[in-house]
């Protein structure tokens, strides 16, 4: 199966109860993540995969141990920026991982509130990954372009403190303290 470096950070997320089958699951989600993410970068120059663990780490942060809470965060990228199909992920991980990551993935020039939207009619679950993708987007905002970052800055400030407010509190409290440190270095 090849080197599992960082895969104990990531099983250490897992709920402690859970039974052997969800720590394989969890094994089988992240190492097809790094498979399919390869070297990839994101556009604050960091690894794909790396986001993809943050995320699933603020999941777990915010109270959602469970594994295909975990593997959607791992996975939900892959959509959007590699060969992997609906299909593949639903026979891999079933039908709840698909809908989440499904949820969460932006079509090409898609406007923050669409995909804001389509978290919230996907559910509860489907919010708290959009957030903590976006709560991870915000630490590494610093990273982007000018023009970017005023945009995305602009869009958590509008969409998703808001919703986050509404629906995850705490998350709020996070993701407001992570803006004022982005925009106090900007200063």
């Given at each position: 199966m090849g080197d599992d470096t960082g895969f104990g950070a990531i099983l250490g997320l897992l709920d402690p109860s859970a039974p052997p089958e969800a720590h394989r699951a969890l094994r089988e989600a992240y190492l097809w993540a790094r498979e399919l993410y390869g070297d990839q970068r994101r556009q604050d120059s960091y690894s794909v995969l790396t986001h993809a663990c943050s995320v699933a780490a603020d999941v777990s942060r915010?109270?959602?141990?469970?594994?295909?809470?975990?593997?959607?965060?791992?996975?939900?990228?892959?959509?959007?920026?590699?060969?992997?199909s609906p299909t593949e992920i639903e026979r891999r991980f079933g039908p709840r991982v698909l809908r989440l990551v499904e949820a969460l993935t932006h079509g090409p020039g898609e406007?923050?509130?669409?995909?804001?939207?389509?978290?919230?009619?996907?559910?509860?679950?489907a919010v708290l990954?959009?957030?903590?993708?976006?709560l991870d987007g915000l630490r590494r905002s610093r990273l982007r372009s000018p023009l970017s970052r005023s945009r995305f800055l602009a869009a958590t400030h509008e969409t998703y403190i808001p919703l986050a407010e509404q629906h995850f509190p705490a998350l709020a409290t996070t993701m407001r303290q992570a803006l004022r440190e982005v925009e106090q270095t900007l200063e």
């Open positions: 915010f109270g959602h141990r469970d594994p295909e809470m975990l593997a959607s965060a791992l996975l939900h990228d892959v959509l959007e920026v590699t060969h992997a406007p923050t509130a669409v995909s804001a939207q389509r978290a919230l009619e996907a559910g509860e679950d990954l959009r957030l903590c993708d976006r």
